[in-house]
């Protein structure tokens, strides 16, 4: 049992690149997340999915996008990266919208 | 403001001395949790504790939740210098459509 993958670990982008973190589970969970994390911010919800094909906006979803085609995967994508994108990022599962979330290693970005 | 506040901020004791931190919330909840982050991983569960109990033990963690006064504490006994992370509430806000929302989080250093 992998848990919650993310790749990459790291990534840099220069302003105006596009680039998709990947973010997989085999726990077969519903609910999937996307956070930030910034110093002093904790954690912000980007997007969320309640099961394959459902997505919904968290607190901070602007410049980002994601979609749900299977159950386990729950890719987010930058369409045109800004500095203030530079974040390290976290995408969870849960069984549920407010049960145990399952966090994977984080993906730090930084966008120059 | 926040929803789940953490308090305090940073704390930093003595190996083998007890820890605890606390959490504020300002609506109605389902369910409260704590998470720990030791410093460049992701998050990782600790222990949920539900609105209609008042205290859950995990090993050397004992958490308590107050309803009417809308707060929590996580205890760490005879703390250890493996203890030294970052620890987070957040809160399973009531209703349909509600999310777990986290606070900012308390440091924690224990010192050898």
């Known amino acids: 049992n992998a848990g919650v993958t993310q790749t990459p670990k790291f990534q840099v982008l220069k302003t105006g690149q596009s680039m998709t973190l990947q973010c997989a589970q085999d726990?077969?969970?519903?609910?999937m997340s996307w956070y930030r994390q910034d110093p002093g911010m904790g954690l912000r919800l980007i997007h969320y999915?309640?099961?394959?094909?459902?997505?919904d906006q968290g607190e901070v979803p602007n410049g980002y996008n994601v979609s749900r085609s299977t159950t386990e995967d729950f890719p987010l994508r930058l369409l045109s990266a800004a500095p203030s994108q530079t974040s390290v990022y976290f995408c969870?599962?849960?069984?549920?919208?407010?049960?145990?979330?399952?966090f994977g290693p984080g993906t730090r970005l930084l966008v120059l | 403001s926040q929803q789940g506040e953490e308090d305090p901020q940073a704390l930093s004791i003595q190996e083998g001395e007890n820890a605890t931190m606390n959490c504020s919330y300002k609506?109605?909840?389902?369910?409260l949790q704590w998470y720990r982050q030791n410093s460049g991983r992701g998050l990782v569960h600790l222990i949920l504790?539900?609105?209609?109990?008042r205290e859950k033990h995990s090993g050397r963690l004992r958490v308590t939740l107050d309803t009417s006064k809308k707060s929590s504490s996580l205890l760490i006994t005879a703390s250890r210098a493996a203890d030294t992370a970052s620890y987070f509430c957040?809160?399973?806000?009531?209703?349909?459509?509600?999310?777990?929302?986290f606070g900012k989080g308390i440091t924690l250093s224990v010192r050898p």
């Open positions: 969870a599962s849960s069984p549920g919208r407010k049960e145990t979330q399952y």
């Open positions: 726990m077969n969970h519903e609910y």
């Open positions: 999915s309640v099961g394959a094909g459902i997505t």
């Open positions: 609506t109605s909840i389902n369910n």
């Open positions: 504790i539900r609105s209609n109990e």
């Open positions: 957040a809160t399973g806000i009531t209703g349909a459509n509600s999310k777990l929302t």
